[in-house]
């Protein structure tokens, strides 16, 4: 698992558009002014993740800003968001700590911060596949704080508040 962000050439695997990407295991995220930045707001955390390039991702950003309910599980936060998207074949059981994931069956976000009740040793492990579609920047263990029940926020990020409206 890496820590931080691996930055590519621009002949990298993970791609170039004339935007800086970086890469986790082989997955693209974008960074610098152009990245689909968010703020992932509950009680007193407030943290900031980067979506990537995923048709599910995309979605997920074209439906922002989003409250929900977050129900904890294990080490896992998901809840129920405006979203309908079938798995895609990079779909994955087994995750890495300060994900961000889809969940087809319950139509939910999941944030991922360490095993949960089906992992076995330090892996983290799913209810079933989900669609990776991004991930916390910093230490999602913050996520340790919250409570089964509360108010969970996602928008975009702008000047590090969340906003009224995605980006476009």
């Not at 968001?81 to 074949?89: K, Q, Y």
Request: glycine share 10%; with cysteine.
């Amino acid at each position: 698992m890496l820590s931080e962000p691996v930055r590519l050439p621009a002949q990298s695997p993970c791609g170039f558009d004339g935007r800086r990407r970086v890469c986790y295991n082989k997955r693209a995220f974008m960074e610098g002014p152009m990245a689909n930045k968010i703020v992932i707001k509950t009680g007193d955390v407030t943290v900031e993740a980067v979506l990537n390039n995923s048709p599910t991702a995309k979605a997920v950003w074209g439906a922002l800003p989003i409250t929900g309910k977050a129900n904890t599980w294990g080490d896992e936060i998901y809840f129920a968001i405006p979203v309908r998207h079938e798995l895609e074949s990079a779909a994955r059981e087994i995750v890495e700590m300060g994900d961000l994931g889809y969940w087809p069956p319950g139509r939910a976000l999941c944030i991922f911060f360490g095993p949960t009740p089906v992992s076995t040793g330090s892996e983290i492990r799913c209810a079933s596949a989900v669609n990776i579609i991004g991930r916390v920047r910093g230490d999602p263990t913050i996520f340790k704080k919250v409570k089964d029940g509360a108010r969970i926020q996602i928008g975009p990020r702008v000047t590090g508040k969340l906003s009224e409206s995605p980006r476009k």
